[in-house]
């Protein structure tokens, strides 16, 4: 216990400065069930330390253990140590006997998942001509903010209809008042003039720094106040104004740098009672060859957002539809875009015309004005006074949405985010009705996937917000999942069986009747989710369409011509706003065809649908959790709702996750860097867990940390001591011979472990089959080393390879699908 406790205390050190240093240590979430052993007694056995709660999210602990840095031989002969101790406390946890905590350990562990970084991308500004000069109309509204009239999308002279329309809502007295907008991104300058004010520091958090404010500090970080500007920008005398100019805008930094899924779960939820809005403008690259989506626990996130949030009438998550249109990119091979908790939307230029860069897709849900045509947006910028006039991109589009859901939350705060979703379908315009993707849907309506259900009004949107009768309660409605021939996938991916996709395609149907209806209580349709299991040789060649009963065709997945991935659809799920209020009573007929290639062929091996809706009785509603499934084939069972509260259901799943990263610093800072075991060490740790989840696992941590503060200063100084008369901790102990160490070894490793080597595999079989799969054996590392500049120059490529001039299509011949190294991890 001595040795366990000294060790720790070694650790709390850098805790204590609450940067996470992927080096010296592995992360790992563990999701906790008291009723079966202590969070001390679960910390013990696995040789972990707890560093904080994970997020907003009950009973989830971000942990972490010193990496064994040892150089090994191949990937296969290192283990995970942690999840080997959990694997091995499982296997004999039926023989415990009742007192024996330390064995009972394993099943108090419901969920893990080893935290490695990944870079979110940001939707980059699309380049543009600057934008012309249009004629001031700021005098008639009393508005002194220099750039108002370059500001055309609150006021285009040109085209008076392409506008947010959002002059009159101002006039009604709605300005966004009491309405918290949290911008995920890159940061936000709160010594803006134009921000300043507005700015809600206490629900901010920078998550690449772990620093209490979102400083934007690399050259490049004028994302996030940009898309910021656009919502709240005051009305004064620095550049423009923001669509609800008198709301508030926080921000969460997560853009800047590779983040683990803790840190990105957390960011989602920050601030998430007083937060109402979160507008996300970034995502998966947009290259047309990724198919990603976020990990379990992100997942998680949102719908602990959405059941949670808000004081339960659910987080408004807002994301950019993406920016890859131009190579062929469609946001439903984005995850976080397809999902329906998302308010999906793309860009429509100054001329009502859809922008060459905004991505198209059945999860579209409506579009919103930006950059094209010659014109860009005009906002804040970062710096005192200054100001941009060349942003654009989906990135410009999402923010101008989110400034007409903070008027119509300021108008209407009850409404729930599916009202939000609802007040979209039924309040957007069509826009470039010459586009021959639109389409005459359910309830009269248009549905164009460039568009969704057109650009988003603010007038209409808020008026027929005041008018809003509230939706009743969410209903979910899963079918069976059809087996095509035999069709299967194993967890390791590997697909066995199904029916050869010949040149005319497949075609499988599902009914759905009316007594399935009832007893699902299922009233009225939203969206649907539709998971595929397709194995090709060539991804961008499949064709995935989905037609309703009543004649209208989803189209899921168009080929995309850089996609060579030969991975093909492990279990992804596609999503689809288009069948919004129609009849379902019927066959729903998938097809899946491909382009009948000589070179490139592959099979349909199954498929199934849930349907999202709202309930016949709202008494019998049911809150949904996320259940983790293996998207296997055939699922092990259908998924089961929860009831809100006790979340006992979810299985139990050790999953590593792919691999460790080497942070891009290179910084090898030993544990006894930077101690700082004062007071506000406590704040730290605390930071960013919210006080309305508190319960017992909590304090049990709180009561770890505060115990191993006491002696800190003292061990910090001794270490100091000894490093500095050059002393060399090399208590290393190679494992060759023994992927196993125990827990003492376990314990006694921090001292001299500074992890240079960093590329502790977690030796997950199924990851050295899935690079098979892939070809990438070597792959993985590459993709995170240098992962700092990587990222920049992913910047620049998003703006300089697409260009409207150039043919579209230019793709680099010898590229990495970054998506097939995720996918194991994927739901
Ligand atoms: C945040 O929301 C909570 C719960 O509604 C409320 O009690 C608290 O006062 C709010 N905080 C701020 C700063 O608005
Ligand atoms: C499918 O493609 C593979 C590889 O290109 C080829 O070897 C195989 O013969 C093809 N199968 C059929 C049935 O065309």
């Not at 050259?219 to 106040?225: F, S």
């Not at 198209?360 to 200054?386: E, L, Q, R």
């Not at 006039?389 to 903070?406: D, R």
């Not at 544990?671 to 007071?679: G, H, K, N």
Request: proline share 5%; net charge negative.
């Amino acid at each position: 216990m001595r040795l366990f406790a000294l060790s720790s205390i070694l650790i709390l050190g850098s805790v204590a400065a609450s940067k996470r240093n992927y080096e010296t240590h592995n992360f790992y979430v563990i999701e906790h069930d008291a009723r079966h052993a202590s969070l001390a007694s679960v910390s013990a056995a696995l040789g972990v330390e707890v560093v904080e709660r994970a997020g907003e999210l009950p009973n989830h602990y971000l942990v972490r253990a010193p990496s064994f840095s040892g150089e090994l031989g191949s990937r296969s002969e290192q283990r995970d140590r942690v999840l080997d101790a959990l694997a091995r406390l499982r296997a004999r946890s039926h023989l415990a006997a009742r007192g024996d905590e330390e064995a009972r350990a394993g099943d108090a562990v419901k969920y893990i998942s080893r935290q490695t970084l990944r870079q979110r991308v940001k939707r980059a500004p699309i380049p543009q001509e600057p934008a012309e000069d249009a004629r001031a109309v700021a005098q008639r509204l009393g508005i002194t903010d220099p750039l108002f009239d370059k500001q055309w999308h609150l006021v285009n002279e040109e085209a008076p209809e392409h506008s947010m329309n959002v002059i009159p809502i101002w006039e009604m007295g709605y300005t966004g008042e009491g309405v918290i907008t949290s911008f995920v991104d890159d940061g936000l300058d709160y010594t803006s003039e134009d921000l300043k004010d507005n700015f809600a520091a206490e629900f901010s958090y920078d998550f690449n720094d772990h620093e209490s404010l979102p400083t934007p500090k690399l050259p490049e970080d004028t994302h996030g106040t940009r898309c910021a500007g656009q919502v709240a920008a005051g009305k004064n005398n620095a550049c423009g104004l923001g669509i609800a100019y008198d709301s508030k805008v926080a921000a969460v930094r997560i853009l800047s740098g590779p983040i683990s899924d803790v840190d990105e779960a957390a960011s989602l939820n920050y601030g998430f009672q007083n937060v109402s809005i979160y507008s996300c403008s970034w995502g998966p690259p947009d290259n047309g060859r990724v198919m990603e989506g976020p990990d379990f626990l992100i997942d998680k996130a949102v719908l602990n957002g959405i059941n949670y949030g808000r004081g339960g009438k659910g987080s408004v998550f807002v994301f950019a539809s993406g920016n890859g249109a131009a190579s062929g990119d469609q946001c439903n091979f984005d995850g976080y875009t397809n999902s329906i908790y998302s308010v999906t939307v793309s860009a429509v230029d100054h001329k009502g015309l859809r922008p060459y860069y905004s991505e198209a897709c059945t999860a579209n849900m409506v579009a919103a004005y930006s950059s094209g045509s010659g014109k860009a947006i005009t906002t804040t910028d970062k710096g005192s006074n200054k100001c941009a006039s060349s942003h654009g991109g989906t990135s410009a589009a999402a923010p101008n949405a989110a400034g007409v859901f903070a008027l119509a939350l300021e108008a209407r705060p009850d409404l729930t985010w599916r009202d939000i979703q609802h007040l979209c379908v039924e309040n957007a315009r069509v826009v470039s009705p010459d586009d021959d993707g639109w389409e005459t849907v359910a309830g009269g309506r248009m549905y164009n996937s460039k568009f969704g259900y057109g650009a988003l009004d603010g007038l209409r949107y808020v008026q027929a917000a005041l008018d809003w009768k509230l939706v009743k309660p969410q209903a979910r409605m899963q079918t069976r999942t059809v087996q095509i021939e035999d069709g299967m996938m194993n967890p390791m991916g590997s697909y066995s069986g199904g029916q050869f996709i010949e040149a005319d395609g497949v075609t499988s149907s599902i009914g759905v009747k009316w007594d399935m209806l009832q007893d699902a209580n299922f009233e009225l349709l939203e969206h649907i989710v539709i998971r595929v299991w397709i194995d090709h040789t060539r991804r961008g060649d499949v064709q995935v369409e989905l037609t309703s009963p009543g004649g209208i065709t989803s189209v899921l997945a168009e080929p995309r011509r850089a996609d060579n991935a030969n991975t093909g659809f492990p279990g992804w799920d596609f999503m689809t706003v288009k069948h919004w209020g129609e009849e379902m009573i019927g066959d729903w007929t998938l097809k899946v065809s491909d382009q009948a290639s000589a070179a490139n062929n592959g099979s349909f091996l199954g498929w199934n649908m849930v349907f999202w809706g709202s309930v016949i009785d709202a008494s019998k509603a049911v809150l949904y959790d996320v259940s983790h499934e293996d998207p296997v084939l055939p699922p092990h069972e259908e998924p089961q709702p929860l009831p809100p509260t006790t979340a006992t259901n979810t299985k139990t799943y050790a999953k590593p996750t792919i691999f460790l990263t080497s942070e891009e610093s290179g910084s090898s800072s030993t544990v006894a860097a930077t101690p700082e075991p004062t007071d506000h060490d406590e704040e730290d740790i605390a930071e960013p867990a919210a006080d309305d989840h508190e319960d017992s696992d909590h304090e049990v941590a709180d009561a770890l940390h505060s115990e191993q503060r006491k002696v800190v200063a003292g061990i910090v100084f001794i270490v100091a001591l000894i490093s500095s008369v050059g002393g060399v901790f090399i208590w290393r102990r190679r494992s060759n011979k023994s992927p196993y160490i125990t827990l003492q070894e376990g314990r006694a490793m921090p001292m001299s472990d500074t992890g240079r080597s960093a590329l502790a595999a977690d030796g997950n079989d199924s990851d050295e089959e899935a690079d098979e799969r892939t070809g990438l054996r070597s792959g993985p590392y590459q993709h995170h080393q240098g992962f700092h500049s990587g990222f920049l120059d992913d910047d620049e490529e998003e703006a300089h390879e697409y260009p409207p001039s150039r043919s579209p299509g230019r793709v680099s011949p010898a590229y990495r699908d970054e998506a097939e190294t995720q996918r194991p991890s994927e739901t």
